[in-house]
């Protein structure tokens, strides 16, 4: 009570009597003074003009050098959907806690349920025949190197910032306030320090892989059948089907950037942005972020459990011949005929590849 009264008074004397002393003032300002000066001898205690005057979101005189310092709480605003106007802070406070964790929450449970329903009718997609036992290259150590520093950071940050959106509705509840502190902490540190080498690894990976992601012929006729490789019809497709294309592009190309730049905002306050600039970019890194997490859900199911043998090439680097010809069959012919490198396991050294 003593702080806030303390508070209270400090602000008074700032905007009341400090401005007149100051720079030049418009005879509208001076009114204002007087009135208020006028307020603390007739109503002491309400300041609700000095607050009014606050929340107006005017510029005041600050010694503090900075774009926005003088202006204590920002101006009206009012975010998509949102009836009222209100300050900027709280209009940004219930746009994030309302919707964008709402309808984000859902999606990513609504992701878990299609995934665990596909996985639960349609099972894995094996292989028709038999491996051969001989195998080819398919990604070099560079390209798993950036994979897997992009996915494992991706993964870390993911965690953390569904803790940092959703704990407190999820967690709190059955972890109590100490640990759920603790963690969130951590999180946030983790996410912190996690996001600059995910955004260096997602601009490698990006260069890497780009040729390889280029649309080519056969990919439209994919896209309008791709719902027939859960029943383990063969689609052909070049290195990458027009599924993994959509998931580099949409994905890792637009969704990726677009939360790293955002983050970029968010992580360094410290280049003059405005508080609006910073709200609108936290809005934006969340829903970026719950829709590219979406996204992983799927493309880590297809990449683990949900196709066989998937998994070992991101892990070996080497493919079975088998796997190529009914994954990628016309890329399996492009290394066949001398187009893409082939190493055959005698010529690698590799020992023959086990799917997993
Ligand atoms: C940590 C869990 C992950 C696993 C187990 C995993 C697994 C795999 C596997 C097995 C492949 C090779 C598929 C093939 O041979 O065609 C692959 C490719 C790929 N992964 Fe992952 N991945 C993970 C995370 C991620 C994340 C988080 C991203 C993006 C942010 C990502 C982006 C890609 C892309 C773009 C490709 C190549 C396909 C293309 O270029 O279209 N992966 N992944």
Redo the contacts with the bound molecule.
Sequence with gaps: MHTLSRMTGWLVLTFAFALPVGAQQTPAQKDLAKDQQQRTVNQPGNNSEVWRDVRSGQPNNTTVPGRETGVLVQAQARFPGQENMTTAGEAWRKFRNGPVTFYGGWLVILMCAIIGAIYYTRGPIKLHDKPTGRVID?FSLAERWA?WV???S??VLSVSGLIILFGKHVLLPVLGYTLFAWLTALGKNLHNFVAPLFIVSLLVFIVM?LKD?LPEKGDATWLANGWKFFYGVHLSSGR?NAG??V??WV??VVL?LIVSVSGLILLFPNFDQLRSTMQQASVVHAIAAILVIGF?IG??YM??IGVEG??G??RDGVTDETWAKEHHDMWYDDVKSGGAGVTTAAKSGAAPQTLH
């Design positions: 398919r994979h992009m996915g494992i991706f993964c892989y992601n990458f993994e294309k998931w580099f994905g890792v990726c992983a493309h880590i990449g683990t998937a998994y090439n991101m």
